[in-house]
């Protein structure tokens, strides 16, 4: 078969045809040479998919164009195929679109994006049951030469490389069904475009998802979509000599890259800016970023126009939660402090021993206006000595377990213990928050990876005994926001999304006075540096308020823990966490100061 192809006048190409031969044998690879890198890629058979039954390819396809061929074990990709190479500037331009809609096996991974919907039945537990699936997709290369009792080398050929952060949005074209929980995951992988394809219809038609009989836009179990597909750092703009990122474009029956709709959907924009502004539209040449500014214009515009007025739409920030529950992040979250230890510095041995005062206690913050109670059974003010974990264990639990007989509120678990943090999420907790972002205990971020939950990341130095020794740093801002990535990465690298991530600078913890204020007063540039992670500050009651007003009493620190948390909030509506000793108080603050920043 010849690679096809149509010419449409002015429109962008980044992908030249390659020189390529093949041999008739069915096992020798297709050869294509990459006129741009001087390398070879080659396709190899593709051979048994194992991560869903082959049985499910041809239901997914009745009602769709069928591919050229259907791989198994006795064919290969022995056809021309087009290689993704490096695209030239604007005056390189081609106005050439592929439309081949052959499946077939890369040597070298390509960078994709795909976006990710439910709506139906658990939907955070639908998007990471689709994700376990694609990432384990795999293929066996086949041993020319084995021995006896050897293996067949087992390769991945697609890998999860990150994600954006959650969205739940209004449902679009057909409105009267339930909101969308949304993202947008970036990959590598070696399946070519329409085997990708496939393999995601497999997946979708796996979780129950009906191929056939569903209604266009209604409701859904999964949404797998690609976006863009082969995007690499192709060309310099003229003007600003940066590298700019093209897509490849493919046109068919089955398949349109970059997906036809994108320039359209905010719930798809927005997750795609989380991972990458400035991925070009090769139609349209214009980047992701300026999609999304041109979107947001219209809207703005249909709004002072009052079109669509009488249709709610919305898209917001959410955190997952256990059991199909969220955190919306709309509106500044307060979490109350409640701590089960006898040496806590603000309200340490109040609730010592006393399951139904601290029951109480949470839920008065409840009532109060907290979105969130964190549970600690372990001090680390400065100075505090460690516990061990059973007895950490005995403070925690019968408290966690009896807040969740009569509440379904939020509740953290603060501990640096991975042992305790999967107890503490088996009795009903849903976030772990560790004040050493995963590093004093090796075993965390696979436990809480494990657990599927959201985690907090705090900055610190040392241990509580050994931190305020620990406050050399040659610019806190930069230093503190490089740290948190850094624990970032490793939470991802251990399979912890960052849509299930929240960073916090440490207030408090292996800083001195200037250095807390300094990392507050510069909070914006801080979660600029840490890619808009959600945050959480911890400033309430702490020794600096005191040290500034002379309030040795920390239940006396409260205005000043106002200010402090105003400035953590900065002066824009982001995805914030305020942890608080005094919920009512706090949370009268935080509903001002939003709509403050809501305000026109």
């Known amino acids: 078969m010849i690679l096809s192809k149509m010419r449409r006048p002015h429109l962008i190409s980044r992908l030249p045809i390659a020189s390529a031969f093949f041999s008739k044998t069915p096992f020798l690879t297709d050869l294509v040479q990459d006129s741009f890198r001087n390398t070879t890629l080659v396709s190899v058979p593709f051979v048994n998919f194992t991560s869903i039954q082959n049985s499910l390819v041809d239901d997914a396809h009745k009602n769709q164009s069928p591919p050229n061929r259907l791989f198994s074990p006795t064919n290969s990709c022995s056809e021309k195929i087009f290689n993704i190479a490096n695209g030239g500037s604007q005056d390189e331009s081609s106005d050439e679109i592929y439309t081949t809609d ?5 040597q070298k991974y390509q960078r994709a994006y795909i976006a990710v919907g439910s709506n139906e039945g658990d939907r955070f537990g639908n998007i990471m049951s689709a994700l376990r699936i694609l990432g384990n997709v795999k293929h066996e290369e086949e041993n020319n030469n084995p021995t006896d009792g050897e ?10 490389v990150k994600t954006s952060f959650l969205y739940e949005s209004s ?12 993202g947008v995951v970036e990959i590598e992988t070696r399946l070519s475009p329409h085997l990708l394809l496939t393999k995601l219809k497999e997946i979708e038609l796996s979780l129950g998802r009906d191929l056939n009989n569903g209604i266009r836009n209604g409701p859904r179990k999964i949404d797998l979509d690609i976006l863009f597909y082969g995007v690499r750092n192709n060309s310099k703009d003229s003007n600003r000599n940066i590298k700019r990122k093209f897509s490849m474009q493919v046109k068919t029956s089955r398949l349109s890259i970059p997906h036809e709709r994108i320039g359209e959907r905010d719930f798809v924009l927005s997750p795609l800016c989380d991972l990458d502004q400035d991925i070009v539209h090769p139609i349209t040449n214009t980047s992701v970023g300026k999609m999304m500014s041109l979107l947001r214009e219209q809207q703005i515009e249909n709004v002072n126009k009052k079109e669509n007025a009488d249709k709610e739409s919305f898209l917001e ?6 059991r199909g529950r969220l955190l919306k992040f709309n509106e500044t979250i307060v979490m109350g ?4 230890t006898p040496d806590s510095f603000s309200d ?9 005062s601290a029951t109480a206690v949470a839920l008065k913050m409840i009532e ?3 979105g969130i109670i964190d549970i600690g059974g372990e001090s680390t003010r400065p100075g505090a000595k460690e516990v061990a974990i059973e007895e950490e264990l005995q403070r925690t639990l019968p408290v966690i377990r009896s807040i969740r007989q009569v509440s379904d509120v939020p509740i953290s678990i603060d501990t640096r213990h991975a042992l305790v943090a999967k107890a503490a999420v ?6 772990v928050n560790d004040v050493s972002g995963g590093r004093f205990d090796l075993q965390m971020l696979p436990t809480v990876s494990q657990l599927q939950v959201p985690i907090v990341l705090m900055h610190s130095r040392g241990t509580p005994e050994t931190m305020q020794s620990m406050v050399d740093y040659d610019d806190i801002v930069i230093d503190i926001a490089s740290s948190l990535m850094e624990c970032s990465l490793a939470a991802e690298n251990a399979g912890i999304s960052r849509w299930l991530q929240i960073l916090d600078p440490g207030i408090g913890f292996a800083k001195n006075i200037d250095q807390n204020l300094s990392l507050l007063k510069h909070s914006p540039k801080l979660r600029s540096l840490t890619t808009n992670i959600p945050f959480l500050f911890g400033a309430s009651r702490k020794g600096f308020i005191g040290k500034i007003s002379g309030e040795t009493r920390p239940e006396e620190r409260d205005f000043g823990t106002v200010t402090a948390c105003v400035f953590g909030v900065g002066w824009k509506q982001v995805p914030t966490v305020v942890r608080v000793h005094n919920v009512k108080g706090l949370k009268q603050a935080m509903m001002v100061m939003d709509s403050i920043l809501k305000a026109a």
């Open 151 to 160: 293996a067949l080398e087992i390769e991945p050929v697609v890998k999860i």
């Open 348 to 356: 340490g041995g109040h609730h010592k021993g006393s399951v139904d």
């Open 426 to 431: 088996q009795a009903g907790a849903d976030i």
């Open 368 to 370: 109060d206006g907290a």
């Open 171 to 182: 449902p679009m074209y057909v409105t009267d069904q339930a909101s969308f929980f949304n």
């Open 337 to 340: 402090v409640l701590n089960v």
């Open 317 to 322: 920030r959410i955190l997952p939660l256990p």
């Open 102 to 106: 052959t499946e077939c096996l890369f």
